[in-house]
């Protein structure tokens, strides 16, 4: 059996070793700053919404814009009610 002898590691080396670290650090940082701003939660909110209400092409899906016409529609219907037996 052959003992493989490790070296310590040189000031230089370690000093470059935590300045790559620090570096991948800060980018990663940046990178979840860029992710959570108003505009981009915005845009992510909106992609959101319209991947209920659209399929991959674009189009409109009817059956889920109906379903929530029909749900506005149920709910607009009963507070006209309710506010008729006051």
């Known amino acids: 059996m052959e003992v493989i002898e490790q070296s310590e590691p040189s000031l230089d080396e370690l000093v470059a070793e935590i300045t790559a670290a620090r570096t991948e650090l800060l980018a990663s940082v940046e990178n979840l700053k860029s992710q959570f701003t108003s505009a981009s939660l915005r845009q992510r909110g909106m992609n959101a919404v319209t991947g209920v209400f659209t399929d991959e092409f674009g189009g409109i899906k009817p059956k889920r814009v ?16 309710a506010r008729r037996h006051r």
């Open 66 to 81: 109906g379903s929530i016409a029909g749900v506005v529609a149920g709910v607009v219907g009963l507070k006209i009610l």
